[in-house]
């Protein structure tokens, strides 16, 4: 765990590299496939940029993506695959790997996204664009694999430490791109970008990810947050940003604001249906926690069902798993 602990925080590292470390785990790792070390370093305010300029070096040679970090990597997994045994292998990337791979791999895969967009400004452009970043070796964002081999070996240390202390690399035979780490990044407790006050993600020379809840977003969306209203809400054409000035503004608000009537009442509490043109129907139960607050006050709670919900059991039922005939507490609480 405690590598884990260590490699989160590499995933979550901001400001400014450490450029030294990086060059020289940057030579470390050449050295270690065997390799002559790079002439030249030079460094990029973001991987926007980085592409920028991997796509104007000269006299860089080809990559050496496979030598520095897809070989080496396969041959620890093999080894330690080896020394372990299937479960055992299985035990340490549940373990490690695991904990920081769906998030991580999210991020960069939003990452080159990104870049593709604001790059790609013609479609035949894009597959180029992705090209280079196939040449890519991820640096901190390599953090989900290099947790799985911290402390079983030296074999990965030059990678281990430029993703330490720096953001993406490119690696060619003369030449070697590296990008500085972001100056923020903003996620919400499930590991997806989140702000809703300006970029989730962004790089010293400007480039940035929007997004609420891990959706992306444009910049000028979030603008208009602070100023919804349901008319606003109600004649937004887009279903997903729909969602999102919803989850914003607050379903109980929205109802409460746009004189919403309940479809169904019963003992376990109140179904609200919103209808949306366009995109399915929210569909929220308000039930009132039957345990008093410190102050004698019931908190109200409201809960998103499906929108096939009919009945206010129904929904409540849902939410435990079960089915209305099913759901009888003998307590509430």
Aim: no cysteine; hydrophobic share 40%.
């Amino acid at each position: 765990m405690q590598y884990v602990n260590t490699w989160r925080a590499v995933v979550a590292a901001t400001g400014r590299a450490d450029r030294g470390a990086a060059e020289d785990g940057v030579r470390l790792a050449y050295r270690a496939a065997g390799l002559t070390e790079p002439e030249r370093i030079i460094w990029a305010d973001s991987p926007r940029a980085a592409v920028e300029v991997v796509e104007k070096l000269t006299e860089a040679g080809r990559s050496v993506r496979e030598e520095v970090r897809t070989r080496p990597w396969a041959e620890e997994r093999r080894r330690v695959y080896d020394e372990l045994g299937p479960a055992g292998w299985s035990a340490l990337w549940s373990a490690t790997g695991a904990q920081l791979w769906e998030t991580t791999a999210a991020l960069a895969e939003r990452i080159r996204a990104g870049v593709v967009s604001e790059l790609a400004t013609r479609p035949e452009d894009e597959s180029g664009i992705r090209l280079v970043l196939l040449d890519a070796v991820l640096g901190q964002h390599d953090a989900a694999w290099l947790a799985a081999f911290d402390g079983r070996g030296d074999r990965l240390t030059g990678l281990a430490e430029v993703a330490r202390n720096a953001g993406w690399w490119w690696p060619y035979e003369h030449a070697v791109v590296i990008v500085e780490r972001p100056e923020a990044l903003h996620r919400d407790e499930a590991g997806r970008l989140d702000r809703g006050d300006g970029p989730a993600l962004a790089y010293p020379d400007g480039f940035a990810l929007y997004a609420w809840r891990g959706m992306p977003v444009p910049a000028e969306f979030l603008d208009g947050l602070a100023s919804l209203t349901p008319d606003r809400i109600r004649a937004e054409e887009n279903a997903e940003l729909r969602r999102v000035m919803l989850e914003y503004y607050g379903y109980d608000r929205y109802l409460t604001e746009s004189g919403a009537e309940p479809v169904h009442r019963d003992e376990t509490g109140i179904l609200w249906r919103i209808a949306m043109a366009g995109d399915e129907d929210v569909v929220m139960v308000e039930v009132v926690n039957s345990t008093p607050e410190p102050d004698g006050t019931h908190r109200t709670y409201w809960l998103r069902v499906p929108p096939r919900t009919r009945t206010a059991k129904e929904g409540v039922a849902w939410t435990f798993g079960l089915d209305g005939e099913a759901y009888a507490p003998v307590r509430q609480t």
